[in-house]
């Protein structure tokens, strides 16, 4: 049976630094489902469809194929045959992700594809539901925290490192709305799974956080 590390919190925790050094220490598999979602966000933006009118997400993800490869170790997303990997990074595409992800039919959609992802490999899989609805029988499970002030920082100079004009309080605006919004959909919110590990990693290092996450594996392989 594959090994699957499940990694849920909220935006900015640092999910997917510390999922893709673990992946990599582990020689495990990378899965980014935030990417999913902010491919179908892309492509709703991209049609200038109503970002809150369910009916016309819905026929937007039938004509939809999302396609993820791993290139050089690293996961691509492809939306209907173009890499947008770079291009769902930009904010606007976050906040409309995390608006059409309380669909059913968005969440079924990608659900299927990560957990087919998860079947056969050993995997790290970050985002929100994974330990309680994606993989609910993964081996270990981590609820990521940080204070909204870290995450806002972080997100802010990951922002600035890749050029992009950025405004430090919009960042925490926008990341409170998103978490609280994701905390309350009616379809499988952010919320810790009963038997995740919670770490706050505000005042912790990357090594630290993985060092730990690695403990859990070597404890239940
Ligand atoms: O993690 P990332 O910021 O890339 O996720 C973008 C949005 O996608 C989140 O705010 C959330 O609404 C949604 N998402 C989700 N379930 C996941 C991963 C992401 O609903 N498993």
Request: some cysteine; overall charge neutral.
């Amino acid at each position: 049976m594959a090994f699957n590390v499940a990694i849920d919190g909220p935006a900015g925790a640092g999910k997917s630094t510390i999922a893709k050094k673990l992946a990599k220490q582990m020689g495990f598999v990378y899965v980014d489902t935030g990417a999913m979602y902010r491919t179908i966000a892309l492509r709703v933006l991209e049609l200038g469809a109503d970002g809150r009118d369910e009916a016309a997400v819905t026929e937007a993800c039938k004509e939809l194929d999302i396609s993820i490869r791993y290139e050089k170790g690293e996961q691509q997303v492809y939306l209907n045959g173009e890499n947008v990997t770079d291009r769902i990074r930009a904010e606007e595409v976050g906040m409309m992700a995390s608006l059409v992800s309380s669909y059913a039919a968005v969440r079924e959609k990608l659900t299927q594809l990560q957990q087919k992802m998860a079947e056969k490999q050993d995997v790290v899989m970050d985002g929100r539901d994974i330990g309680t609805a994606v993989l609910p029988r993964a081996q270990v499970k981590v609820y990521l925290t940080a204070d909204a002030e870290v995450r806002a920082m972080r997100r802010y100079a990951e922002l600035q490192a890749r050029g992009e004009m950025c405004d430090m309080e919009a960042i925490k605006a926008d990341i409170l709305r998103r978490d609280s919004q994701d905390m309350n959909r009616a379809i499988s919110p952010l919320k810790k799974a009963p038997d995740a590990i919670e770490v706050d990693c505000s005042h912790m290092t990357i090594d630290e956080v993985v060092s730990v996450v690695v403990k859990q594996i070597m404890l239940r392989r």
